[in-house]
């Protein structure tokens, strides 16, 4: 940075070479408390939005206006206590980068059921947020659909505690190349904390803390993967799972798991399905708890032959 010369938005230009910034078209600042609407958005906090609804749109038009953001990203800064909006449009090619801290908590919140359809906004990325479902409605917190490829959530927390506890964190279907990473599902969700279904290519679920009042990991029968090119299988890696029923259930039979920590509240069954059921072929080196096991490898360590 130059004194006099340089500005915020040349960390987005490649100062920060390792950022998530890096390339940003345009960059949009929201303050849940000293914002605005009516104002312009970019050039620094003085000229923030005050929601969130507002930001995204502003972002999604401007990727589209012109030659400039066609390969680019945008970016929006947020900080505020807890926003209350329940987001039906996301922004193509933008990260939401919480920033700031309300109370005790280290990111802002964003409580609200969210459901973004009939506009394709594909690659946004949210990093830091706390997502709370509405208080008094219950439901998932997010439910995607094709609308929404693209998407990711890092290092975010969602919780499920209002007056009416959340059904689940992330409800997906037809929702390709979704990643969940570092991310922190506490409380206990009525349904399955993440719930996904058709065309899951490409889904990373790895490196999260889950806790469940149903199940950890949901993967539908009717779920399926892009195995004609390798790097499109599911992965489900390296989680902690805590859940009343199975931490988790891949009825597809199609995702690799590896390397996840499961304790579930029921018996575990025969091989452990009742904390895990999946395809064992696909799977190495999980442990497993339940009322009934103590640190069971999952699948059985068989010898080789």
């Not at 130059?2 to 960059?27: M, Q, Y």
Request: charged content about 15%; overall charge negative; hydrophobic content about 40%.
């Amino acid at each position: 940075m130059i004194a006099g010369v340089s500005r915020v938005e040349d960390l987005a230009n490649g100062v920060e070479a390792l950022g998530p910034a890096v390339g940003a078209k345009t960059v949009f600042y929201v303050d849940g408390n000293a914002g605005n609407d009516s104002n312009s958005g970019v050039g620094g906090w003085e000229n923030s939005f005050k929601t969130l609804t507002v930001a995204l749109a502003a972002s999604n038009a401007d990727i589209a206006s012109n030659k400039y953001g066609w390969a680019a990203r945008n970016v929006i800064y947020a900080r505020g206590d807890t926003f209350t909006e329940d987001l039906d449009l996301l922004a193509q090619k933008t990260d939401v980068i919480g920033v700031g801290s309300y109370d005790a908590n280290p990111r802002p919140g964003l409580v609200g059921n969210h459901e973004p359809t009939g506009t394709s906004c594909t690659g946004t990325r949210f990093f830091n947020f706390f997502f709370r479902g509405a208080h008094t409605a219950g439901a998932d917190i997010f439910t995607l659909d094709t609308y929404s490829t693209g998407i990711q959530f890092i290092g975010c927390k969602f919780s499920a505690h209002a007056a009416i506890i959340a059904t689940g964190a992330i409800i997906g279907v037809s929702t390709s190349d979704l990643q969940i990473l570092g991310c922190e599902f506490t409380g206990g969700f009525s349904d399955a904390t993440i719930e996904l279904s058709t065309d899951q290519r490409a889904l990373r679920i790895v490196g999260n803390y889950i806790e469940s009042g149903g199940q950890g990991i949901d993967l539908k029968s009717t779920t399926t993967d892009g195995a004609t090119i390798e790097e499109e299988h599911m992965l489900i890696q390296g989680n902690t799972i805590y859940a009343a029923t199975e931490c988790i259930m891949d009825s597809s039979g199609l995702a690799l798991v590896v390397d996840n920590r499961c304790v579930s509240k029921q018996a575990s069954g025969l091989n452990g399905v009742g904390v895990i059921d999946a395809e064992e072929n696909l799977a190495l080196n999980n442990f497993i708890a339940a009322s009934d096991r103590t640190n069971m490898p999952w699948p059985a360590v068989q010898a080789v032959t």
